[in-house]
Structures are given as structure tokens and as C-alpha cells.
């Protein structure tokens, strides 16, 4: 008997296998030739590995868990494309998976990225469109469809995407931010994507990972790109390492005092990352607690957890050709370790461009998260972040278009706003907006008045930086934050076969929605081709009685913008803007198409609550 036993015991040991590799595969003729390969498999660290074709292995690291091996090897010194890693007992082979070095696509290193020459679209793929009711729920995945719940599933895929590029297209949009795609395996509330439980594999619910593939080249074939949102800062509960961690601190734990480990929530105080007179405790919990208790934080000091996360994203920028990444709660990760993240991606594509989401209500704070910035330089830090998101725009936006003119408040919020432009080093690559994913909606804000849109889309059209929109925006959707989440995500009417109207069609949008519609419409299709406003210089002039005027300008041409939030028609004394007007006789509305006498000593009437874009001559 203990013969037998001790046989089944040799025989298990001995007959371990490979489980997963990842990546599971890489390419040849990276900048960076350095790969790390993790090799998972019950107890495989007692098991020998080789790779054959002999291939060296520059280093073989064993963790505490024995379930785990990280390979790493030199990619230039592989001149063959596939090759085996064999496990093996002894002398003998018990398991072996082919790895395959395969080939970039042509100029891959040299990928056009998102700039301020594109208008970005948020959609939250789950609430969007269903095109493929097949995969609404999956054997393998906890959480079914369930559209009569608000925070559940409701059947959104990427192939209801797809079969609405037209529409997007149609609208001005160049550039695609889906919220995350990848396996969310949560029990509940799953569809929101940033609690993912596999990095490698686009979730089963979304459809596939060559369905991924399939929208980024659609995209492509129309001018558009495919932008994918990261997340460094943490994954979900139960995706699979953080079930088996390879490391007792690939994430970060706290003791309970018992002996136990685990959960505490961050403060959100992430202006502890560079506050002077922070307590350590305080930039502690920010940083390291938990944003919440399904979303283990990863610790990106750990050198093998960072190199993870940097291959796995740019394994999916070269295998779905993608245009940029939006990456989630930047300023909650290690800022060191996020530095060398995004040198790395951008070391290997140059013109990539990562904008980051510095949630901040301070300018300077947001600025110091940007690549090069002089903030950053005080404490020696520089974040290698190409671009961040105008959180104080967002956050003055409605409160100038609410609140009655004074010393500090009204349109003079935005004014000074954008007073604070000096403080970027990059201020055309900052992404401007008026709601997201996470905020009320700003047609709730203004009870569904497409006079208050109008103003803020012409806002975020004409001045500096990467407008950015959240679907639904273009046709009036509402949603209250304070009714949860669920309701600020509403699914875009049409997207589902039994909706009893569908907006994705100009033709049976009702009245309300091609008013917003056809102003959304208009103002990005004549972006496309405005260098001035892309690239050009800002001259702006205080508001009076809450109208705002500023003019883009470069060599070739000026555009003159003016907001008027006022009740009433406004008569602006032209004189005012005579700097700005030199030589100007007159200006072309971008929207009505009507002309404007623009002589230095007549008046420029103003409806109220309206804009006007006018081109100069």
C-alpha cells in the first residue's frame, strides 16, 4: 500500500503540466528584444525547463509560489519562429507548448496615433449595441444577461459596434475609446469591464479576440482608430493570478493585526503622490489600498508584475493594431514604476500616444502628470505621459453656464481655465470634455436643453486639445449619478432588435434627438480638416455679460468663436476685438452658413443662449 501511494505521488509530481503561457505569443524585431515569459502549472517550478532549437534562456526565476516560472530570453538571439518550452522530469519530456515569434506588420514601431486632429467617442460596450445575441451569456462566465436589471448585463457586444461604424463615422469621429473589453468574470455588476480576470482575452460576452481585431481594422479602413482603455492600477478579485499569486506582494495587502491579509480601502487622496507635507501613512492608503473590494491593487514596484502589465499592453497595441490607450486611475499607481510603463510603449512606438486620468481639480495637479512638465521637475519626477485629461474644464464647464456672473463665477470660470494653459507642456494634447462614464450626464445637468449642449460641444470643439464625447451625448441621452451608475449608462435606443425606436438612424431619430444630432454632426465634420483649430494659437478676451469670445489663429487663417450664455440677444462693440480683427471685413458662420460684417466699427448680434463659429476672411 505505501508503495502505491508513494507511485501516485512520484507519478503526479512527474507528470506536471503547462497551463497557461503568457504572452502566448510575442514578435520578432521588437525594440526592446527582452521577453518575459510566465509559465504556470501546478508545482511546474520543480520540474526542469528547456527550450529547444537550443535556445538560451538569459533567466529562469522561480517565486514562492511553485506554481510559476518566469523565463526570460533575448528575442534577437531567436532565429527561428517557433520553438517548444519543454517541461521536463529527469531526462524526460512530460509536457512542451510552442511558442511562435511571429512577424510585425509593416512600419508597426511607426503607428499613427490619436492628436488633437481627432474627436474621440466613449462607449461602454455592454450599453451600446447588442449585434450578436448568441454570446449574451456564457457557460463559463458567472454573470448571465439580464437587460430588466439596471447594473447587470444587457447584451452589448462589438458586433453591435461594428454593424454602427457607419453611423460613427457619419457623425466626425476618428477615434474609438471603448471601456474595457477584456474578461470581467465578476459575480455581479460585471459589465462595466475594469474588474478583469483575464488580460489576454476579450470577454466571451463582447465576443472574441478576433472580433477585436475585426473592429480595429474596420475602424482603420474608414480613417478611424480603436483606442483601448487600460487598467494598471488593479484587476478583478477573481481573475486567475490574483486566485493563485505568484508573490505574496504582486498585490498589496494589509494585516488585519490577526495574522491576515487582505482588503483596505484607498482614501482617494492621490495628491499624496507629490504633497510636501503628506503624512506617509496618508500616501499609503491612497496608494496602495483598494479601490474597491472586488479590485485587488497591483503592485507595480514589483519588478515582474510591472514588466506584465508593460508586455500585455503592448502585446495588444501590435496584435489589434491599435491607435492609443486610455489608461484608469493613473495617480492611483507606483508613479516611479508608471514612468518606466509608459517610456516603454513609447520607446517602442514613437508617435503612441497614452492619455492617463488624472481625476483632479487643480491644473497645476493635473499638469504634473503630464510628460516634461515643469510641476513635475520640482520633485524631480517626470511621468513620460504623453497626455492627460482636463478634469478643471469638466468640473468649471457647468457651473459657468449655471451660475450668475461675478468676481469668480460664471463664464469667467472658463476663462481663467484656460489662463492656466502655460502650466502644460503639451496643452494640444490634453483631452477636453464635458461628462464620461462616471459622471451625471451633462444633458441631465440641463434638463435635456439643447441650447446648454450646443454651447459646450462648440466649447470642446474649438479650443486646444482632444475633444472627446460619451455616446448617446449626440442625441440628447440623460442619466442621473445620484440614481447609481447604471443610470448614467443607459443603453443607446436602437441598439437592441425589440427597442421601440432606433437613433442610430438620421431618418427616425425624433425632433429632440436630430436637434442635437445634427449640431454634433456638423461641428466635427468641419473639424476634421481645421489645422487652426488642431494645432493653432488661442487669443481669448474676459466675458462680459456672460459672453465669451476667443479666437484661434495660426499663419493661414483665424476662426472666431463666441459663446453667449446670456438670456437675451447681445450686441458686441466689435472694437473690443480689434487686435484680433485686423484686417478682417467679415466671417462665415460654420453651422448656418450665414455671413457676418465683422468691420471694427459696426456690432456682431448674438442670440441668446447660442454660439457661433465664424471663418474668417
Known sequence: MKKTLLFLLISTFAFAQIQR??????????????????????????????????????????????NYVFITVNTDEINVPKFKINLKNGKKLVNSFDYELKQRNPNSANRNSFTSKDVMYLIMPDRFANGDYSNDSQPNLTEKVNRNLPSGRHGGDLRGIIKNLDYLQNLGITALWLTPANEDNEKQTSYHGYAQTDLYKIDGRYGTNDEYI??????????????????????????????????????????????????????????SQFDTNVAEIDKKEALNGWFDTTMPDLNQNNPLVLKYLTQNAIWWIEYAELGGLRVD????????????????????????NIVGEAWMYSPAHISYWQKNSKIGEIDGYNSNLPSVMDFTLYTDLPHALTEDESWDKGMIKIYNSFGNDFLYPDINNILVFFENHDTERFNEIFNGNPDYYKLALTLISTVRGIPQIYYGSEIGM?????????????????GWKDDKQNAFNPQTQTKVQKEFYDFTQKIFNWRKGKEVIHTGKTKHYMPKEKVYVYFRYNEKEKVMVVLN???????????????????????????????????????????PKSSLILELE
Open 214 to 271: 475585426e473592429l480595429s481594422r474596420e475602424l482603420k479602413k474608414r480613417g478611424m482608430m480603436l483606442i483601448q482603455d487600460y487598467v494598471t492600477n488593479h484587476w478583478g478579485i477573481s481573475h486567475w493570478l490574483i486566485q493563485d499569486l505568484p508573490t505574496k506582494d504582486w498585490i498589496h495587502q494589509f494585516s488585519d493585526g490577526e495574522g491576515k491579509y487582505g482588503f483596505k480601502r484607498s482614501n482617494y487622496r492621490t495628491t
Open 329 to 352: 486611475t493613473y495617480p492611483y499607481n507606483d508613479k516611479e514604476a508608471m514612468s518606466k510603463w509608459a517610456k516603454a510603449i513609447t520607446d517602442e512606438y514613437p508617435n503612441f
Open 565 to 607: 450664455n446670456n438670456e437675451k440677444e447681445q450686441n458686441l462693440d466689435l472694437n473690443r476685438f480689434a487686435e484680433s480683427l485686423y484686417g478682417v471685413s467679415k466671417g462665415k458662420d460654420v453651422i448656418s452658413g450665414k455671413e457676418f460684417s465683422l468691420k471694427t466699427e459696426n456690432k456682431l448680434t448674438i442670440a
Open 478 to 494: 440623460r442619466g442621473e449619478k445620484s440614481k447609481g451608475d447604471a443610470d448614467i449608462r443607459r443603453d443607446f435606443p436602437g
Open 21 to 66: 503561457v503568457e504572452p502566448a505569443f510575442w514578435w520578432k524585431g521588437m525594440k526592446n528584444p527582452e521577453l518575459q515569459i510566465l509559465v504556470y502549472g501546478k508545482n511546474i517550478a520543480n520540474q526542469t525547463i528547456e527550450l529547444s532549437n537550443g535556445i538560451q534562456i538569459k533567466e529562469l526565476k522561480k517565486v514562492e509560489n511553485p
